[in-house]
Protein backbone atom coordinates (compact mmCIF):
# COMPACT_ATOMS: atom_id res chain seq x y z
CA UNK A 1 0.00 0.00 0.00
CA UNK A 2 1.34 3.78 -0.85
CA UNK A 3 2.35 5.94 1.94
CA UNK A 4 -1.02 8.35 2.28
CA UNK A 5 0.11 12.11 1.42
CA UNK A 6 -1.03 14.04 4.63
CA UNK A 7 -3.52 16.54 3.02
CA UNK A 8 -4.11 19.91 4.58
CA UNK A 9 -6.96 19.66 7.42
CA UNK A 10 -9.89 21.47 6.31
CA UNK A 11 -12.56 20.60 8.57
CA UNK A 12 -10.04 21.17 11.02
CA UNK A 13 -9.45 24.52 10.38
CA UNK A 14 -12.95 25.12 10.00
CA UNK A 15 -14.07 23.66 13.23
CA UNK A 16 -11.44 25.55 15.10
CA UNK A 17 -12.25 28.66 13.21
CA UNK A 18 -16.00 28.19 14.35
CA UNK A 19 -14.98 27.34 18.24
CA UNK A 20 -12.58 29.95 18.55
CA UNK A 21 -15.42 32.76 16.47
CA UNK A 22 -18.21 31.24 19.33
CA UNK A 23 -15.60 32.33 21.97
CA UNK A 24 -14.12 35.06 21.23
CA UNK A 25 -18.26 36.74 20.38
CA UNK A 26 -18.57 36.11 23.98
CA UNK A 27 -15.53 37.79 25.25
CA UNK A 28 -14.81 40.89 23.23
CA UNK A 29 -16.15 43.48 20.77
CA UNK A 30 -15.63 42.17 17.07
CA UNK A 31 -14.69 44.60 14.64
CA UNK A 32 -17.28 45.47 12.70
CA UNK A 33 -20.05 44.04 14.46
CA UNK A 34 -19.59 45.45 18.07
CA UNK A 35 -21.28 43.40 21.01
CA UNK A 36 -22.66 40.44 18.67
CA UNK A 37 -23.78 38.03 21.90
CA UNK A 38 -24.34 38.60 25.66
CA UNK A 39 -24.54 35.27 28.44
CA UNK A 40 -22.95 32.47 28.25
CA UNK A 41 -23.08 28.76 27.01
CA UNK A 42 -26.26 28.23 29.00
CA UNK A 43 -27.74 31.34 27.92
CA UNK A 44 -27.09 33.91 25.51
CA UNK A 45 -28.72 37.01 23.55
CA UNK A 46 -27.57 37.42 20.23
CA UNK A 47 -27.57 40.02 18.04
CA UNK A 48 -29.60 42.12 21.01
CA UNK A 49 -32.76 39.58 19.13
CA UNK A 50 -32.17 35.95 19.48
CA UNK A 51 -32.72 34.11 22.76
CA UNK A 52 -30.72 31.09 22.92
CA UNK A 53 -30.38 28.35 25.92
CA UNK A 54 -28.72 25.23 26.07
CA UNK A 55 -31.72 22.75 26.84
CA UNK A 56 -30.10 20.48 28.80
CA UNK A 57 -29.54 23.14 31.42
CA UNK A 58 -33.34 24.36 30.87
CA UNK A 59 -34.44 20.52 31.74
CA UNK A 60 -31.77 20.55 34.99
CA UNK A 61 -34.02 23.92 35.89
CA UNK A 62 -37.03 22.50 35.19
CA UNK A 63 -36.33 19.68 37.08
CA UNK A 64 -35.75 21.36 40.27
CA UNK A 65 -39.16 22.28 40.01
CA UNK A 66 -39.51 26.22 38.27
CA UNK A 67 -41.44 26.86 35.55
CA UNK A 68 -38.87 28.89 33.58
CA UNK A 69 -39.27 32.31 32.01
CA UNK A 70 -40.64 32.32 28.50
CA UNK A 71 -37.51 33.59 27.27
CA UNK A 72 -35.54 30.96 28.22
CA UNK A 73 -37.95 27.98 27.25
CA UNK A 74 -38.42 29.26 23.82
CA UNK A 75 -34.26 29.40 23.27
CA UNK A 76 -34.21 25.91 24.64
CA UNK A 77 -36.99 24.70 22.09
CA UNK A 78 -35.19 26.62 19.15
CA UNK A 79 -31.53 24.88 20.59
CA UNK A 80 -32.94 21.61 20.75
CA UNK A 81 -34.78 21.38 17.44
CA UNK A 82 -31.36 22.73 15.92
CA UNK A 83 -29.13 19.88 17.27
CA UNK A 84 -31.96 17.41 16.87
CA UNK A 85 -32.52 18.23 13.25
CA UNK A 86 -29.06 18.08 12.54
CA UNK A 87 -27.73 15.81 15.07
CA UNK A 88 -26.53 16.77 18.84
CA UNK A 89 -23.07 16.25 19.48
CA UNK A 90 -22.23 19.06 16.54
CA UNK A 91 -22.41 21.43 19.34
CA UNK A 92 -19.44 19.08 21.04
CA UNK A 93 -17.27 19.66 18.30
CA UNK A 94 -18.20 23.01 16.55
CA UNK A 95 -19.16 25.51 20.06
CA UNK A 96 -18.10 23.63 23.52
CA UNK A 97 -14.91 25.66 24.52
CA UNK A 98 -13.60 22.40 26.77
CA UNK A 99 -13.39 20.67 23.27
CA UNK A 100 -10.51 22.66 23.08
CA UNK A 101 -8.72 22.06 26.14
CA UNK A 102 -9.27 18.35 25.61
CA UNK A 103 -8.11 18.29 21.94
CA UNK A 104 -5.24 19.94 23.43
CA UNK A 105 -4.72 16.68 25.82
CA UNK A 106 -5.07 14.78 22.79
CA UNK A 107 -2.32 16.41 20.87
CA UNK A 108 0.20 16.57 23.52
CA UNK A 109 -1.08 12.65 24.52
CA UNK A 110 0.38 11.76 21.11
CA UNK A 111 3.22 14.20 20.90
CA UNK A 112 4.50 12.74 24.16
CA UNK A 113 3.76 9.58 23.12
CA UNK A 114 2.09 8.70 26.52
CA UNK A 115 1.01 5.03 26.58
CA UNK A 116 -1.31 5.23 30.07
CA UNK A 117 -4.87 4.23 29.04
CA UNK A 118 -7.18 3.98 31.56
CA UNK A 119 -10.54 2.31 30.12
CA UNK A 120 -13.91 3.44 30.74
CA UNK A 121 -16.93 2.29 29.44
CA UNK A 122 -18.34 5.42 26.67
CA UNK A 123 -21.84 4.00 28.56
CA UNK A 124 -20.29 5.92 31.78
CA UNK A 125 -21.69 9.18 30.50
CA UNK A 126 -24.91 8.65 30.21
CA UNK A 127 -24.80 7.56 34.31
CA UNK A 128 -23.85 10.35 34.86
CA UNK A 129 -26.44 12.02 32.97
CA UNK A 130 -28.91 10.28 34.84
CA UNK A 131 -27.48 10.95 37.98
CA UNK A 132 -27.65 15.06 37.26
CA UNK A 133 -31.15 14.35 36.01
CA UNK A 134 -31.59 13.06 39.19
CA UNK A 135 -29.84 15.31 41.52
CA UNK A 136 -31.54 18.33 40.14
CA UNK A 137 -34.82 16.35 40.62
CA UNK A 138 -33.94 15.29 44.13
CA UNK A 139 -32.11 18.55 44.96
CA UNK A 140 -34.21 20.74 44.02
CA UNK A 141 -31.09 22.93 41.97
CA UNK A 142 -29.43 22.65 38.48
CA UNK A 143 -27.03 19.96 40.11
CA UNK A 144 -25.03 19.91 36.92
CA UNK A 145 -24.26 23.56 36.84
CA UNK A 146 -22.13 23.33 39.84
CA UNK A 147 -19.38 21.68 38.18
CA UNK A 148 -19.85 22.01 34.53
CA UNK A 149 -16.99 23.11 33.18
CA UNK A 150 -17.97 25.20 30.05
CA UNK A 151 -19.06 27.50 32.42
CA UNK A 152 -16.78 27.75 34.42
CA UNK A 153 -14.21 28.49 31.44
CA UNK A 154 -16.85 30.98 30.28
CA UNK A 155 -16.68 32.57 33.68
CA UNK A 156 -13.05 32.46 34.36
CA UNK A 157 -12.22 33.97 30.97
CA UNK A 158 -15.08 36.41 31.17
CA UNK A 159 -14.98 37.70 34.58
CA UNK A 160 -11.33 37.09 35.42
CA UNK A 161 -11.97 34.67 38.11
CA UNK A 162 -9.64 31.30 38.63
CA UNK A 163 -11.07 29.62 41.41
CA UNK A 164 -12.13 26.99 39.89
CA UNK A 165 -9.32 26.72 37.43
CA UNK A 166 -8.08 23.43 39.31
CA UNK A 167 -11.10 21.86 37.79
CA UNK A 168 -10.30 22.44 34.31
CA UNK A 169 -6.37 21.74 35.13
CA UNK A 170 -7.51 18.37 36.70
CA UNK A 171 -9.77 17.66 33.34
CA UNK A 172 -6.74 18.67 31.18
CA UNK A 173 -3.97 16.23 32.74
CA UNK A 174 -7.02 13.36 33.33
CA UNK A 175 -7.01 13.39 29.66
CA UNK A 176 -3.43 14.35 29.01
CA UNK A 177 -2.07 11.40 31.55
CA UNK A 178 -4.73 8.51 32.12
CA UNK A 179 -7.24 8.59 29.88
CA UNK A 180 -7.34 8.77 26.28
CA UNK A 181 -10.45 11.14 24.96
CA UNK A 182 -11.37 10.19 28.67
CA UNK A 183 -13.99 13.14 29.72
CA UNK A 184 -15.50 14.08 26.25
CA UNK A 185 -15.96 10.47 25.23
CA UNK A 186 -16.67 8.94 28.24
CA UNK A 187 -17.83 10.70 31.11
CA UNK A 188 -19.01 14.45 30.12
CA UNK A 189 -23.01 14.58 30.63
CA UNK A 190 -23.33 17.10 27.89
CA UNK A 191 -22.07 15.12 25.24
CA UNK A 192 -24.28 12.04 26.27
CA UNK A 193 -27.62 14.68 26.09
CA UNK A 194 -26.35 15.80 23.05
CA UNK A 195 -26.35 12.32 21.53
CA UNK A 196 -29.45 11.61 23.06
CA UNK A 197 -30.90 14.62 21.70
CA UNK A 198 -29.30 14.56 17.92
CA UNK A 199 -29.55 10.68 17.78
CA UNK A 200 -31.99 10.86 15.00
CA UNK A 201 -29.61 13.98 13.14
CA UNK A 202 -29.88 14.20 9.73
CA UNK A 203 -26.46 15.58 9.02
CA UNK A 204 -24.56 12.31 9.06
CA UNK A 205 -20.88 11.24 7.69
CA UNK A 206 -21.61 8.88 5.17
CA UNK A 207 -19.98 6.18 2.38
CA UNK A 208 -19.57 8.77 -0.69
CA UNK A 209 -17.58 5.70 -2.74
CA UNK A 210 -14.83 3.29 -2.11
CA UNK A 211 -11.84 3.62 0.15
CA UNK A 212 -9.25 2.85 2.83
CA UNK A 213 -10.65 3.83 5.98
CA UNK A 214 -8.10 2.73 8.39
CA UNK A 215 -6.71 6.12 9.10
CA UNK A 216 -10.32 7.37 9.21
CA UNK A 217 -11.07 4.60 11.83
CA UNK A 218 -7.47 5.87 14.05
CA UNK A 219 -8.43 9.76 13.88
CA UNK A 220 -12.27 9.12 15.01
CA UNK A 221 -12.57 10.45 18.54
CA UNK A 222 -15.97 8.33 18.79
CA UNK A 223 -14.44 5.51 16.25
CA UNK A 224 -17.11 2.66 17.39
CA UNK A 225 -19.86 5.61 15.30
CA UNK A 226 -17.63 4.49 11.66
CA UNK A 227 -17.62 0.67 12.64
CA UNK A 228 -21.40 0.00 10.60
CA UNK A 229 -19.82 1.86 7.47
CA UNK A 230 -16.19 0.01 7.68
CA UNK A 231 -17.69 -3.63 7.78
CA UNK A 232 -20.64 -2.43 5.15
CA UNK A 233 -23.56 -3.39 7.28
CA UNK A 234 -24.54 0.90 6.57
CA UNK A 235 -24.49 3.25 4.68
CA UNK A 236 -24.15 6.49 6.67
CA UNK A 237 -23.13 6.65 10.47
CA UNK A 238 -26.57 6.46 12.79
CA UNK A 239 -25.20 7.02 16.08
CA UNK A 240 -25.67 10.14 18.06
CA UNK A 241 -22.23 9.82 19.19
CA UNK A 242 -20.96 11.47 16.27
CA UNK A 243 -19.55 14.62 16.32
CA UNK A 244 -19.68 15.40 12.98
CA UNK A 245 -16.04 17.12 13.36
CA UNK A 246 -14.76 15.79 9.93
CA UNK A 247 -11.53 14.49 11.58
CA UNK A 248 -12.42 10.85 9.38
CA UNK A 249 -12.46 12.83 6.03
CA UNK A 250 -9.32 15.06 6.82
CA UNK A 251 -7.38 11.63 8.33
CA UNK A 252 -7.31 10.54 4.62
CA UNK A 253 -9.61 12.42 1.88
CA UNK A 254 -9.77 9.38 -0.16
CA UNK A 255 -11.83 7.22 2.28
CA UNK A 256 -14.87 7.67 0.62
CA UNK A 257 -16.25 9.14 3.40
CA UNK A 258 -18.70 12.41 2.90
CA UNK A 259 -20.81 14.44 5.27
CA UNK A 260 -24.34 15.77 3.85
CA UNK A 261 -27.61 16.48 5.37
CA UNK A 262 -29.81 13.04 4.33
CA UNK A 263 -33.32 13.07 4.90
CA UNK A 264 -33.90 9.18 3.53
CA UNK A 265 -31.50 6.67 3.93
CA UNK A 266 -30.34 4.92 0.76
CA UNK A 267 -29.61 1.56 -0.23
CA UNK A 268 -26.29 0.59 1.79
CA UNK A 269 -23.26 0.37 -1.04
CA UNK A 270 -21.96 -3.24 -0.53
CA UNK A 271 -18.63 -4.09 1.47
CA UNK A 272 -15.59 -4.40 -1.28
CA UNK B 1 -9.81 1.22 19.38
CA UNK B 2 -13.12 -0.27 20.78
CA UNK B 3 -13.39 -0.20 24.84
CA UNK B 4 -13.14 -3.17 26.23
CA UNK B 5 -15.89 -4.78 27.38
CA UNK B 6 -17.16 -3.81 31.07
CA UNK B 7 -18.64 -7.20 31.44
CA UNK B 8 -16.84 -10.05 33.71
CA UNK B 9 -16.86 -13.44 31.48
CA UNK B 10 -20.62 -14.75 32.47
CA UNK B 11 -20.52 -18.06 33.95
CA UNK B 12 -21.24 -20.88 31.90
CA UNK B 13 -24.92 -21.45 31.59
CA UNK B 14 -25.83 -18.03 32.14
CA UNK B 15 -28.44 -16.94 29.89
CA UNK B 16 -28.13 -14.05 27.53
CA UNK B 17 -31.08 -12.85 29.46
CA UNK B 18 -29.93 -12.85 32.87
CA UNK B 19 -26.93 -11.11 31.85
CA UNK B 20 -28.74 -8.37 30.55
CA UNK B 21 -30.44 -8.23 33.76
CA UNK B 22 -27.66 -8.12 35.48
CA UNK B 23 -26.05 -5.02 32.98
CA UNK B 24 -29.33 -2.66 33.57
CA UNK B 25 -29.14 -3.75 37.35
CA UNK B 26 -25.56 -2.65 37.56
CA UNK B 27 -26.30 0.40 35.54
CA UNK B 28 -29.22 1.54 38.05
CA UNK B 29 -27.93 0.82 40.84
CA UNK B 30 -24.27 2.85 39.65
CA UNK B 31 -27.21 6.06 39.13
CA UNK B 32 -28.88 5.44 41.99
CA UNK B 33 -25.04 5.56 44.32
CA UNK B 34 -24.13 8.59 42.11
CA UNK B 35 -27.27 10.95 42.65
CA UNK B 36 -27.08 9.68 46.44
CA UNK B 37 -23.91 11.47 46.50
CA UNK B 38 -24.43 14.32 44.26
CA UNK B 39 -27.55 14.86 46.78
CA UNK B 40 -25.59 14.97 49.79
CA UNK B 41 -22.92 17.26 48.51
CA UNK B 42 -25.73 19.69 47.03
CA UNK B 43 -26.95 19.85 50.60
CA UNK B 44 -23.31 20.52 51.89
CA UNK B 45 -22.93 23.86 49.95
CA UNK B 46 -23.01 27.07 51.84
CA UNK B 47 -26.27 28.76 51.59
CA UNK B 48 -25.95 32.48 50.53
CA UNK B 49 -24.01 34.45 52.85
CA UNK B 50 -25.37 37.44 54.02
CA UNK B 51 -23.32 39.89 52.49
CA UNK B 52 -23.96 38.08 48.95
CA UNK B 53 -27.37 40.59 47.92
CA UNK B 54 -29.30 39.37 45.01
CA UNK B 55 -30.45 42.10 42.34
CA UNK B 56 -33.36 43.46 42.51
CA UNK B 57 -36.95 41.66 41.75
CA UNK B 58 -34.80 37.99 42.77
CA UNK B 59 -36.95 34.87 44.05
CA UNK B 60 -36.73 33.66 47.27
CA UNK B 61 -33.84 31.66 48.15
CA UNK B 62 -35.05 28.15 47.17
CA UNK B 63 -36.78 29.42 44.03
CA UNK B 64 -33.97 31.36 42.83
CA UNK B 65 -31.14 28.57 43.16
CA UNK B 66 -33.80 26.20 41.26
CA UNK B 67 -34.62 28.74 38.60
CA UNK B 68 -31.74 30.80 37.70
CA UNK B 69 -29.68 29.50 34.97
CA UNK B 70 -26.62 30.86 35.51
CA UNK B 71 -26.10 32.56 32.32
CA UNK B 72 -24.58 35.78 33.43
CA UNK B 73 -27.23 37.90 30.88
CA UNK B 74 -28.04 39.79 33.99
CA UNK B 75 -24.81 40.32 34.96
CA UNK B 76 -23.99 42.15 31.37
CA UNK B 77 -27.26 44.31 31.66
CA UNK B 78 -26.08 46.00 34.55
CA UNK B 79 -24.80 49.48 33.72
CA UNK B 80 -22.89 49.92 36.67
CA UNK B 81 -20.95 46.69 36.37
CA UNK B 82 -21.68 45.90 40.10
CA UNK B 83 -23.09 42.65 39.86
CA UNK B 84 -20.46 39.58 39.67
CA UNK B 85 -21.01 36.06 39.09
CA UNK B 86 -20.48 33.61 42.14
CA UNK B 87 -17.42 31.07 41.77
CA UNK B 88 -16.15 28.04 43.33
CA UNK B 89 -14.78 30.14 46.54
CA UNK B 90 -18.11 32.24 47.19
CA UNK B 91 -20.01 31.72 49.46
CA UNK B 92 -23.52 30.95 47.30
CA UNK B 93 -24.44 29.08 44.38
CA UNK B 94 -22.08 28.84 41.81
CA UNK B 95 -22.82 30.80 38.80
CA UNK B 96 -25.25 32.94 40.43
CA UNK B 97 -25.36 36.83 40.31
CA UNK B 98 -24.79 38.68 43.21
CA UNK B 99 -23.44 42.18 44.79
CA UNK B 100 -21.31 43.59 48.06
CA UNK B 101 -23.07 46.77 49.20
CA UNK B 102 -19.98 47.64 50.81
CA UNK B 103 -17.76 47.60 47.49
CA UNK B 104 -20.89 48.84 45.36
CA UNK B 105 -24.50 48.81 45.80
CA UNK B 106 -27.33 48.89 43.35
CA UNK B 107 -27.78 51.85 41.53
CA UNK B 108 -31.73 51.43 41.60
CA UNK B 109 -32.00 52.13 37.45
CA UNK B 110 -35.57 53.13 36.69
CA UNK B 111 -35.73 50.82 33.78
CA UNK B 112 -34.47 47.73 35.95
CA UNK B 113 -32.12 46.40 33.44
CA UNK B 114 -31.10 43.48 34.60
CA UNK B 115 -34.52 42.45 35.28
CA UNK B 116 -35.39 42.57 31.74
CA UNK B 117 -32.21 40.74 30.64
CA UNK B 118 -32.93 37.77 32.79
CA UNK B 119 -34.70 34.86 30.13
CA UNK B 120 -35.31 32.22 33.02
CA UNK B 121 -37.55 34.59 35.54
CA UNK B 122 -35.50 34.18 38.11
CA UNK B 123 -35.51 38.14 38.58
CA UNK B 124 -38.96 38.20 38.46
CA UNK B 125 -40.45 39.94 35.59
CA UNK B 126 -43.65 41.13 36.89
CA UNK B 127 -41.31 43.93 39.17
CA UNK B 128 -41.68 46.68 37.23
CA UNK B 129 -41.15 49.66 40.10
CA UNK B 130 -37.39 49.36 41.34
CA UNK B 131 -39.07 51.18 44.85
CA UNK B 132 -40.87 47.29 45.17
CA UNK B 133 -37.38 45.88 45.18
CA UNK B 134 -36.32 43.95 47.99
CA UNK B 135 -32.76 42.76 48.24
CA UNK B 136 -32.91 43.32 51.98
CA UNK B 137 -32.97 45.88 54.69
CA UNK B 138 -30.81 48.56 55.72
CA UNK B 139 -30.10 48.12 59.65
CA UNK B 140 -28.40 50.20 61.94
CA UNK B 141 -25.81 47.59 63.08
CA UNK B 142 -23.08 49.84 64.80
CA UNK B 143 -24.79 52.10 67.50
CA UNK B 144 -21.59 52.54 69.61
CA UNK B 145 -19.30 53.44 66.65
CA UNK B 146 -22.31 55.59 64.40
CA UNK B 147 -21.23 59.38 64.16
CA UNK B 148 -25.00 60.46 64.85
CA UNK B 149 -25.71 58.15 67.93
CA UNK B 150 -22.27 59.75 69.21
CA UNK B 151 -23.98 63.30 68.82
CA UNK B 152 -22.01 64.63 65.97
CA UNK B 153 -23.55 65.50 63.04
CA UNK B 154 -22.90 63.13 60.03
CA UNK B 155 -26.01 61.87 58.05
CA UNK B 156 -24.40 60.75 55.12
CA UNK B 157 -26.54 57.55 55.11
CA UNK B 158 -29.58 59.16 54.93
CA UNK B 159 -28.31 61.54 52.20
CA UNK B 160 -27.27 58.74 49.91
CA UNK B 161 -30.46 56.86 50.31
CA UNK B 162 -32.04 57.02 46.31
CA UNK B 163 -35.17 56.73 48.42
CA UNK B 164 -34.17 59.83 50.35
CA UNK B 165 -36.51 60.68 53.27
CA UNK B 166 -38.89 57.80 52.87
CA UNK B 167 -37.08 54.74 53.57
CA UNK B 168 -34.41 55.99 55.98
CA UNK B 169 -34.58 59.53 57.96
CA UNK B 170 -32.94 61.05 61.01
CA UNK B 171 -35.40 60.85 64.35
CA UNK B 172 -34.74 63.17 66.97
CA UNK B 173 -34.43 61.50 70.47
CA UNK B 174 -33.63 62.92 73.52
CA UNK B 175 -31.11 61.37 75.74
CA UNK B 176 -29.36 62.48 78.77
CA UNK B 177 -30.93 65.43 78.24
CA UNK B 178 -29.89 66.03 74.60
CA UNK B 179 -31.25 65.22 71.44
CA UNK B 180 -29.38 63.06 69.19
CA UNK B 181 -30.98 62.91 65.82
CA UNK B 182 -30.38 58.69 64.85
CA UNK B 183 -30.93 57.26 61.54
CA UNK B 184 -34.07 55.29 61.35
CA UNK B 185 -34.97 53.17 58.33
CA UNK B 186 -38.14 52.43 57.79
CA UNK B 187 -38.27 48.51 56.88
CA UNK B 188 -41.06 48.93 53.86
CA UNK B 189 -39.69 51.52 51.96
CA UNK B 190 -36.02 50.38 52.28
CA UNK B 191 -35.03 48.28 49.24
CA UNK B 192 -31.90 46.94 50.17
CA UNK B 193 -29.38 48.90 47.47
CA UNK B 194 -26.88 49.23 50.14
CA UNK B 195 -26.05 52.96 49.79
CA UNK B 196 -25.90 53.67 52.84
CA UNK B 197 -23.69 51.01 53.74
CA UNK B 198 -21.36 51.64 51.09
CA UNK B 199 -20.89 55.36 51.96
CA UNK B 200 -21.05 55.00 56.04
CA UNK B 201 -17.72 57.16 56.89
CA UNK B 202 -16.49 54.68 59.41
CA UNK B 203 -13.86 52.00 58.65
CA UNK B 204 -16.59 49.08 59.25
CA UNK B 205 -20.04 50.34 58.24
CA UNK B 206 -22.71 51.06 60.82
CA UNK B 207 -25.53 50.39 58.40
CA UNK B 208 -25.83 47.60 57.10
CA UNK B 209 -28.30 45.41 54.47
CA UNK B 210 -29.04 42.02 55.78
CA UNK B 211 -31.51 39.67 54.30
CA UNK B 212 -35.12 40.56 55.58
CA UNK B 213 -35.48 37.84 57.95
CA UNK B 214 -32.53 38.67 59.56
CA UNK B 215 -32.55 42.01 59.84
CA UNK B 216 -36.37 42.93 61.27
CA UNK B 217 -38.25 41.51 63.77
CA UNK B 218 -41.76 40.98 64.32
CA UNK B 219 -44.60 41.50 66.16
CA UNK B 220 -46.10 38.61 68.11
CA UNK B 221 -45.25 36.06 71.10
CA UNK B 222 -42.38 34.18 71.35
CA UNK B 223 -43.16 30.77 70.55
CA UNK B 224 -40.49 29.53 72.76
CA UNK B 225 -42.94 30.97 75.73
CA UNK B 226 -41.61 32.13 78.75
CA UNK B 227 -41.58 28.99 80.84
CA UNK B 228 -37.88 30.02 81.75
CA UNK B 229 -35.04 27.24 82.21
CA UNK B 230 -36.84 24.06 82.67
Same mark, same amino acid.
Given at each position: ???????????? /??????????????????????????????????????????????????????????????????????????????????????????? /????????????????????????????????????????????????????????????????????????????????????????????????????????????????????????????????????????????????????????????????????????? | ????????????????????????????????????????????????????????????????????????????????????????????????????? +????????????????????????????????????????????????????????? +????????????????????????????????????????????????????????????????????????
Amino acid at each position: MKAMRRRFPYWL /LARRSVQLAVLAAFMYELPGLGRVVTGNLASSTWFGQLQLTDPFVALQALLAGQALGAAALIGALVVAVAYAALGGRIYCAWICPINLLTD /LAHWLRTRLGVRRHVPVSRHVRYGVLAAAVCASAAGSTLAWEIVNPITLLQRELMFGVSSGSWLLVVLFLFDLLYSRRGWCGHLCPVGAFYALLGRFGRLQVGASGMGERSASVRACPEPQVLAPIVSGQAEAVRSGECMRCGACMDANPSAGLGMRVRIVARPRIPPA | MVPPPTDPVPAPGVSPRRQAFRRVARALGGVMIATLAARGLLGARPARAAHMLRPPGALPDADFDARCIRCGLCVQGCPFDILKLADWDDPAPIGTPFFVA +RQDPCRMCADLPCVRACPSGALDPLLVDVREADMGVAVLVGHESCLNYKGLSCGVCV +RVCPVRGEAIALREIVRNGAVIRVPTVNTDQCTGCGSCEKHCVLSHAAIRVLPRALGIGRSGANAAGRGGVR
